[in-house]
């Protein structure tokens, strides 16, 4: 496989709001990643799309599927499409690069993962904001115990959609998104949260829909969590705080607090040290969901590519990605039942 230059040959399923970081990672990523073909069923917004970006238009899924260069596909549809894509992708013996969330359900992505395991195939899933440099910087300090137990968790998601984020045909909807700023938001700070912390053992959450949105599911939800690790912590995430800001995890540890205040880092030890890293960049947590660099995406995409080359798992897996789906799912049973709720 691969294209006729050695490049790691990929298609594209889905171009969507969502499809621009790729678009322009993709962009960056050409001398290693040959781009086989775009497509999605509405013809001239993929025309569109494939002219921005300088991608080629692919006629039919089946025949992007039946390209035997086609190392593998990244799917960029919305949550509700994805079980078939797949499903398609692995009995073609494609490896599968898939948009966050995995599914809309617990379950939904059970199935997506245990078929690419049943397949062969390796399953990547898309978490940019571990690919941030200071995400990496933490994440290498935790891995070396540099700063001792971890103690306190603390994250929050300020976010803001206007209305009409949400009047947009399946938006915020259980059908379409399988939820609200949980799994459509919030999602990447908790994958974040959980690479880096651990585990989460139980939840006790509450959720509600504001006043400020008309919409089926949650724009907001606090609950506190209990680690496996014996840390404890508490979240908030919303996208009715307007004019929205950036989201902020910090960890406290026996010789230091860490806070990631999106993609910048600030590390305060016990012996007066202070230590910063990150990059100046946008976020999204305003009106414009699409305000944030393709950097990370690129580097996420890289990874995959590189993973599936050498025989080892991606940084993002399908395996990785349950875990927040669970703890995803464990919040909201906590804010229904208005109980304690473990994870096993």
Not at 104 to 128: K, P, S
Not at 278 to 303: K, L, R, T
Not at 321 to 341: E, K
């Amino acid at each position: 496989m691969s294209d006729e230059n050695g490049r790691f040959a990929i298609g594209v399923v889905g171009a969507g709001m969502g499809a621009k970081p790729h678009g322009l990672a993709l962009q960056s990523l050409s001398d290693k990643i040959a781009v086989l073909g775009v497509y999605r069923r509405n013809r001239a917004e993929l025309e569109t799309f494939c002219s921005t970006y300088g991608l080629p238009v692919a006629e039919s899924y089946e025949a992007m599927l039946a390209d035997p260069r086609l190392d593998a596909v990244l799917v960029l549809t919305t949550p509700n499409a994805r079980e078939d894509i797949v499903a398609a992708a692995a009995a073609a013996g494609k490896h599968v690069l898939i948009e966050k969330p995995v599914e809309r359900t617990v379950a939904a992505a059970e199935r997506i993962v245990n078929g690419c395991d049943a397949a062969g195939v390796t399953l990547g899933v898309i978490f940019q904001h571990r690919f941030r440099r200071a995400s990496r910087f933490l994440a290498e300090a935790i891995a070396e115990d540099r700063y001792g137990q971890l103690e306190t968790v603390h994250l929050v998601v300020p976010w803001w959609r206007p209305q009409s984020y949400y009047d947009q045909p399946g938006r915020g909807t259980l059908a379409q998104d399988g939820g609200g700023v949980l799994i459509t938001q919030a999602i990447h700070s908790l994958d974040l949260m959980l690479s880096l912390c651990g585990p989460v053992a139980a939840v006790t959450a509450m959720a509600a829909t504001t006043r400020l949105h008309q919409m089926e599911t949650e724009d907001f939800v606090s609950a506190g969590l209990e680690f496996a690790n014996g840390a404890v912590g508490a979240m908030m995430a919303t996208t009715a705080n307007f004019p929205g800001g950036a989201e902020s995890l910090t960890l406290n540890f026996a010789r230091a607090s860490a806070t990631l205040t999106a993609g910048n880092l600030t590390i305060h030890t016990t012996e007066g040290e202070t230590i910063t890293e990150g990059e100046a960049s946008q976020g999204g947590g305003g009106a414009d969901p699409m305000a944030f660099p393709f950097d990370w995406h690129a580097a996420q995409i890289a990874d995959f590519a590189d993973a599936v080359q050498q025989g080892r798992q991606p940084a993002s897996t399908g395996h990785t990605a349950l875990h927040v789906h669970r703890l995803i799912d464990a919040i909201m049973r906590s804010a229904q039942a208005g109980a304690r709720v473990t994870l096993g």
